[in-house]
């Protein structure tokens, strides 16, 4: 008997969405997919998340460009699913299944008085900014004054740290856009604090990571630990635990060497309050913790650092997709094995794969894994999905239109690409972003741009 043609939407095209583009392209049902994203750039986190100056971690766009190389791939960029947008519902009319890879996109809060001054940010919206993300263009980061606060002893607060750290000259091979290089230029910043509520033993970092901060030209790294390392930590299992922890004893002892800036790694210690002073951010009480039974419990012995922006880099939530459900304590979509779930019941044709499944861990590769887990039970499922209303390709590209949608697909995308490159030769960089929504769409459509 011959198999159906399937259709499959995977919304979201960055890491999680593009595994999965590959993987449901690797099986041998027949099946077209269309790759949904809001914004008119594929790639997702490698091009908003990944740190500018980690050039060699965005050389895994060769691997996830490839599913496009197949006429059965399309790219649909600037297609905005969900309120304001294209609604799900319309979506579902098309497609036998859709798999919603738009990862984990709202910043977690701290809960402490003082969140809301101007110069408190989170790191999803600082390392957007940075990245040149068109929704954070206007961000305006106030580096204006010597001290800044990074909350978090994950790979975010290391990156957000590194790139305060590093001058504007250290970044003006990367990919930030040329606005963001000339805030960098003008920064004030010094001393950046990270606060980081456990020990040593607990760090969240990765050692090439640490290592990295240890490498910089034009900023020391000062631990201040209380002495934890030097009185000894109980020896981690992990050998890249062990790594990190020789390494921060390393720097412990060490003279720092007078450089111009300073990370200062700085444990056992919480934010419990930002202060202002006419509406923006003055300076961070911090209190001193310990740790019983594992559990953070403050000591009440606080200090106050004078600084002028607070970054908290503590994780993210999903942002709940209208007509899903939404676990709002772990920020995912409920789910088994990448099928959705509502009250225990698999949601017939709906999918999720990466952070929106699992939450905002592991590393870009770990979506390969996921994504494979995700359209392997959706494969299982596709001879029981009912046929959509609406199964021409033709027809999906109508509903959009009538929406207001004028899709940008992939040699849209290229063009857009083309001119990314053209404005990095000008700065001796590979590539320069675009990051104006407007701009965006005029390169990609061939108009005219600066
Ligand atoms: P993460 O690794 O989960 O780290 C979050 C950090 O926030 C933890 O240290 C956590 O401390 C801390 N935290 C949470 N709530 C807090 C609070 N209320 N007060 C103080 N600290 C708090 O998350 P992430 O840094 O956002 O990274 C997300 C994922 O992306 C990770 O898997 C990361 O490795 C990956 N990533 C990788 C790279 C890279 O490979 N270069 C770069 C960026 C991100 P506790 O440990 O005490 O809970």
């Known amino acids: 008997m011959q198999q159906r043609q399937a259709r499959v939407a995977v919304i979201g095209a960055g890491p999680s969405g593009l595994y999965a583009a590959a993987a449901l392209l690797a099986s041998d049902v027949p099946v077209d997919v269309d790759v949904l994203d809001r914004l008119p750039a594929p790639y997702g986190l490698v091009r908003y998340g990944v740190a500018p100056d980690h050039v060699k971690m965005k050389s895994v766009i060769r691997v996830l460009r490839k599913p496009f190389d197949q006429s059965r791939v399309a790219f649909l960029g600037g297609v905005h699913v969900g309120e304001g947008g294209v609604p799900l519902e319309v979506v579902r009319q098309h497609f036998h299944a859709i798999i919603h890879a738009t990862g984990s996109t709202v910043d977690r809060e701290l809960g402490i008085p003082g969140e809301e001054l101007a110069g408190s940010l989170g790191s999803g919206a600082f390392v957007s900014w940075y990245c040149g993300h068109p929704d954070h263009t206007k961000l305006q980061p106030l580096l204006d004054r010597p001290g800044v606060a990074v909350v978090g002893a994950g790979n975010v607060a290391l990156d957000v740290a590194r790139v305060l750290a590093k001058t504007a000259d250290e970044m003006a091979g990367t990919d930030v856009p040329d606005p963001v290089l000339e805030t960098l230029r003008s920064s004030a910043v010094r001393d950046i604090h990270v606060l980081i509520r456990r020990g040593p033993q607990h760090i969240r970092f990765t050692p090439a990571e640490l290592r990295q901060i240890g490498e910089l030209a034009n900023a020391d790294v000062l631990v201040h630990d209380d002495g934890t390392l030097a009185a000894g930590v109980e020896e981690p299992e992990d ?154 390709p033709a027809e999906f590209r109508a509903a959009l239109a009538a929406h207001g949608v004028r899709p940008v697909d992939w040699s849209a995308w290229l063009r857009l690409d083309a001119e990314e490159i053209r404005r990095g030769g000008l700065r001796g960089a590979e590539r320069v972003k675009v990051a104006e929504l407007a701009e965006m769409l005029d390169a990609a459509h061939g108009a005219p741009t600066g």
């Not at 006419?278 to 000591?299: A, C, K, L, Q, Y």
């Not at 200090?303 to 304590?329: H, K, M, N, Q």
């Open 239 to 392: 050998r890249r635990h062990r790594q990190m922890l020789d390494m921060l004893a390393e720097w412990a002892a060490a003279e720092p060497a007078g450089k111009p800036r300073r990370i200062h790694l700085r444990f056992l210690r919480s934010p419990v309050e930002i202060l202002g002073t006419g509406g923006r951010v003055s300076g961070v009480v911090v209190e001193r913790n310990r740790i019983v039974d594992g559990r953070v419990v403050g000591t009440g012995e606080r200090e106050t650092l004078d600084v002028g922006l607070v970054v908290r880099a503590i994780g993210y939530s999903a942002e709940p997709v209208p007509g899903l459900p939404f676990d709002e304590a772990t920020g995912t979509v409920p789910n088994v094995g990448g099928r959705v779930v509502r009250d225990g019941e698999p949601v017939p044709g709906a999918y999720v794969t990466g952070w929106i499944k699992r939450g905002p861990t592991g590393v870009i590769g770990t979506n390969r894994a996921d994504a494979v887990e995700t359209v392997t039970a959706l494969l299982e499922d596709l001879p029981n999905l009912p046929d959509p209303e609406h199964p021409d």
